[in-house]
């Protein structure tokens, strides 16, 4: 059975950081793509920023210079370092893997989520 496990959210003020991190466990073949994505109140899930298993990145424009994704094979574990955090930054934020096992390729998993709020 596959897992994907977060943790690092809470509460920030404004300007504040956060690390995500997420780790999949199980009998894992390979992992693809990983990324996150947040879902505020009220608003559809968006993309957040992904990384490939090589290492390219991608970032949703309202995050660029700001947020970092980074993974580490060996861990089975993407995180997300996020600076400069503005109230908009305000969501749950889940963890995605596209995971292959021995009797599935690439299938999406999802973690729980993680609240993360931005105020003062």
């Known amino acids: 059975q596959v897992q994907l496990v977060e943790s690092g959210g809470g509460l920030v003020q404004p300007g504040g950081s956060l690390k995500l991190s997420c780790a999949a466990s199980?009998?894992?073949?390979?992992?693809?793509?990983m990324a996150w994505y947040r879902q505020a109140p009220g608003k559809q899930r968006e993309l957040v920023a992904g990384i490939t298993s090589g290492g390219s990145t991608n970032y949703a424009d309202s995050v660029k210079g700001r947020f970092t994704i980074s993974r580490d094979n060996a861990k089975n574990t993407v995180y997300l370092q996020m600076n400069n955090l503005k109230p908009e930054d305000t969501a749950v934020y889940y963890c995605?893997?596209?995971?292959?096992?021995?009797?599935?390729?690439?299938?999406?998993?999802w973690g729980q989520g993680t609240q993360v709020t931005v105020s003062s």
């Open positions: 995605n893997a596209e995971i292959s096992t021995i009797v599935e390729v690439d299938a999406d998993y």
């Open positions: 199980g009998t894992i073949f390979s992992i693809n793509t």
